[in-house]
């Protein structure tokens, strides 16, 4: 039970980094502080821009697979994989 | 028969054979076959699956004209239709594939211990997910009628036909298969010829880096700061910084965001992978496959509307003679998608933002895809490919939708409200009557669309962020919350968004009937209808919290069975029993 609840707790703590990354990539950057941004150039992007329609998916991806991975290791560590 | 005809129809007579081919392959022994494919399926597979479940005719013809029209405005498509797969690999799809069972308001009936809970649950998924397949036999009967002339009804009756084939001999077994080949079709359709365009207009053969480059006629100028120049002259917004609106941006993302993790026939795939580790990960290969479209709509989008106007004005002051337009701007005349009059009598084509000197009355955004490969001159064999790609995509969402529907009606009314000691056999041979039935209305609904249907997106994505999502993000993450207080704030959030989309759109959309008009002065906050799905989670999740205070936490064993599928190891209790 104790196991679990820490399990749990770090679970969240991943769960809450990822949401923190994925609400900075394209509500941030996408959006918010879209203007700023684009006074930076990626090539021809805008570099706001840039995020709201290519950047932010990559790291949507990367994220996934991120999470994915922690999720192995922190499954392995308490031992609660899957039969 | 010309020869672009001899093509399109080996492309689409190939595709098809395919699928019965595997209709025939995979058919279904047994319930969880039919409805979970067996758990059997690698994360690979699944990740393609979804991809086509996914991807639909929306997303394969109209999203990258809606860029090519929104220019920046058009990102909250992109990053809402990609972001809700974050949502759902780190808060729904692990819990709910280790809890076990099949359909999505099975999972909510177990989790708030109530038959009215699932009943209201299966009420949400059909109403969203029936509003959603219109588009997709619409789209199939559009296909079928621009590309082999046969008329839209015949195009509809064989789309019907061959989902229904696959889908009740299948179900989710023939389906999943199915998608993984029909993937394969769209997404190879939506890249050659963007590849091409890209080649042409920047040298570089990647459309992700050709929209980020300098154009190949030897300027130096990079592609987007034309677009941006070409289109301020015309009086048209720039390209990269035209916005929506922020307020409406960030609500409208992110009710697309809530809406994609809350629709019913994606979250049903996680079911159909063998562990919480494999849901995880198909989640991750889902987004690469989707993403391989979603990053190359924009450069599509972009470069459509570049081709476009360059066509129209090739260099500033020098309009086309109308007498002397290519041949696909007359195909599409044709159509009335496309339409030309020439205002000043001068015989040459304006193009501008100012409606009274505008003379291009009419750009069709959904032709940008379609008219794309023959915009750019591209060989007949592309053509074709896109018309098969095109069927694909909007059959492979079909039927997974259909799988929704007909799944909700058997299992979880029939099998977990009405009859509940219905036989296995017996369940198989309802999901299969239901799947026929509802491959008819669908086919109904897209003969007759009704008068509502240009209004429905916001209703399918509305209700499942207002009421799905919550519902599900609570179950999983608040072990107190209780069945009354789920119930009463999925109630309230499917409420407050029909509210508000009826009293702008016009009650069941019937034109007058909207009591404070479509007009924006009237916008909470300068929302609109489409975007307030947002606004009706966040109401959700107040009105549940504030009930839990009200009426007292779940009961224990149901605390225990949130404990229990938090963590990936052992059984859910009562699980795998059918």
């Not at chain 2, 289109?231 to 922020?246: I, M, N, P, R, W």
């Not at chain 2, 017996?426 to 008068?451: D, F, H, K, Q, W």
Request: contains cysteine; proline residues 4%.
């Amino acid at each position: 039970m104790e196991d679990k609840q820490s399990y749990w707790q770090e679970n969240l703590r991943l769960i809450f980094i990822c949401l923190a990354i994925w609400f900075v990539v394209s509500f941030g950057f996408g959006l918010l502080l879209v203007e700023p941004l684009n006074a930076i150039r990626l090539g021809g992007y805008k570099l706001g821009f840039w995020f709201a329609q290519q950047g932010s998916i990559y790291t949507f991806v990367g994220l996934i697979f991120w999470y994915g991975k922690k999720m192995n290791d922190l499954d392995k560590k308490y031992n609660v994989e899957d039969s | 028969m010309d020869e672009l005809k001899l093509y399109t129809w080996i492309a689409v007579g190939g595709t098809f054979s395919l699928y019965f081919f595997i209709a025939w392959w995979a058919r279904a022994g047994s319930t969880s076959e039919f409805y979970a494919a067996g758990g059997g399926i690698t994360p690979l597979q699944n990740g393609m699956a979804i991809g086509a479940d996914w991807m639909s005719a929306a997303s394969f013809i109209s999203m990258a004209g809606l860029i090519a029209f929104l220019g920046y405005g058009g990102s909250v498509f992109l990053m809402g239709w990609t972001g809700g797969y974050v949502l759902l690999a780190l808060c729904l799809a692990p819990y709910m594939r280790k809890h076990g069972k099949f359909t999505v308001p099975e999972f909510i009936g177990d989790r708030y211990y109530s038959k009215a809970a699932r009943i209201v649950a299966v009420v949400c998924l059909i109403i969203a997910s029936l509003t959603y397949i219109i588009g997709q036999m619409k789209g199939v009967g559009v296909a079928f009628s621009r590309f082999l002339e046969v008329e839209y009804d015949m195009g509809l009756y064989i789309g019907m036909f061959v989902v229904f084939v696959y889908a009740t001999l299948g179900g989710m077994k023939g389906i999943t298969y199915t998608q993984i080949a029909q993937y394969v079709v769209l997404i190879t359709a939506y890249t050659i010829p963007a590849v091409f365009i890209s080649l042409q207009l920047t040298g570089n053969p990647i459309p992700q880096l050709g929209l980020g480059s300098t154009l190949a006629d030897g300027s130096g100028v990079y592609l987007l700061d034309k677009l941006d120049t070409v289109v301020s002259e015309l009086g048209f917004k720039e390209y990269t910084t035209s916005t929506l609106g922020d307020v409406e941006m960030f609500a409208y993302t992110l009710s697309l965001m809530i809406g994609t993790a809350g629709l019913p026939h994606v979250i049903m795939r996680f079911f159909t992978v063998p562990s919480v580790k494999a849901a995880r990960q198909s989640a991750g290969y889902a987004l690469v496959f989707i993403a391989l479209l979603y990053t190359v709509a924009p450069a599509v989008g972009a470069m459509a509307r570049f081709n476009l106007m360059n066509t129209i004005e090739p260099a500033a002051g020098q309009n086309l003679e109308y007498a002397e337009r290519p041949q696909w701007f007359k195909e599409w005349e044709k159509t009335g998608l496309l339409a030309f009059e020439d205002k000043n009598g001068d015989g040459k084509v304006q193009y501008t933002a100012d409606k009274a000197t505008n003379e291009m009355v009419k750009v069709d955004r959904d032709i940008m895809v379609l008219a794309n490969p023959a915009i750019a001159n591209l060989p007949n064999w592309v053509i074709a490919l896109v018309a098969a790609g095109g069927l694909a995509a909007a059959l492979s969402t079909a039927a997974g939708l259909l799988l929704a529907i007909s799944s909700a009606i058997s299992h979880d009314l029939m099998k977990g409200v009405l009859v509940p000691d219905m036989d296995e056999k017996t369940e198989l041979m309802a999901s299969r009557i239901v799947m026929t039935i509802s491959v008819c209305v669908a086919g109904y609904l897209g003969l007759n669309p009704p008068g509502f249907a240009a209004g429905t997106f916001a209703l399918a994505f509305g209700l499942a962020a207002s009421s799905i999502f919550p519902a599900l993000m609570m179950g999983i993450f608040s072990k107190k919350m209780s069945s009354k207080a789920a119930i009463a704030g999925m109630c309230s959030g499917i409420g407050v968004t029909m509210l508000y989309v009826f009293q702008h759109k016009g009650i069941m959309f019937i034109p007058g009937t909207s009591f404070l008009g479509g007009m924006e002065p009237n916008w909470f906050f300068g929302i609109s209808p489409n975007a307030f799905g947002s606004v009706g989670a966040f109401v959700n999740f107040v009105v549940a919290f504030a009930m839990l205070k009200v009426t007292g936490p779940a009961p224990s064993h149901i605390q225990d069975l949130v404990t229990n599928f938090r963590t990936p190891h052992g059984e859910v209790a009562g699980a795998h029993n059918h």
